[in-house]
């Protein structure tokens, strides 16, 4: 069974920055995409970011502009660098792993709160 384990969230000013890890159980090439999400209260959970195992990241307009999505193969682990943060922003942040056809595994998330 795999395994996604966030971390990273917390409490952070408006205008500040925080980096969520995601850590897989496996190697995270074995999954055809891995990505970011939150769910903000009172709201569907909306996708954050994506990553495709050939590194291709892919961001809603609404936030390409202050949100990265990196990785480290050595680590296992992917990132969401997370740049003028905004109370909006609030919410628990998920990841998940997926495997096309077969499975989504998703993480327990972490919460991010932003205000001042």
């Known amino acids: 069974q795999v395994q996604l384990v966030e971390s990273g969230g917390g409490l952070v000013q408006p205008g500040g920055s925080l980096r969520l890890s995601c850590t897989a159980s496996?190697?995270?090439?074995?999954?055809?995409?891995m990505g970011w999400y939150r769910q903000i209260p009172g709201k569907q959970r909306e996708v954050v970011a994506t990553?495709?195992?050939?590194?291709?990241?892919h961001y809603p307009d609404t936030l390409k502009e202050r949100f990265v999505i990196t990785r480290d193969t050595g680590k296992n682990t992917i990132y969401l660098q997370m740049n003028y943060l905004t109370p909006e922003d609030t919410g628990v942040y998920s990841c998940?792993?997926?495997?096309?056809?077969?499975?989504?595994?998703w993480g327990q998330g972490t919460q991010v709160t932003v205000s001042a």
């Open positions: 496996e190697n995270i090439l074995n999954f055809d995409y």
């Open positions: 990553m495709s195992d050939r590194g291709a990241a």
């Open positions: 998940n792993a997926v495997q096309i056809g077969q499975t989504v595994y």
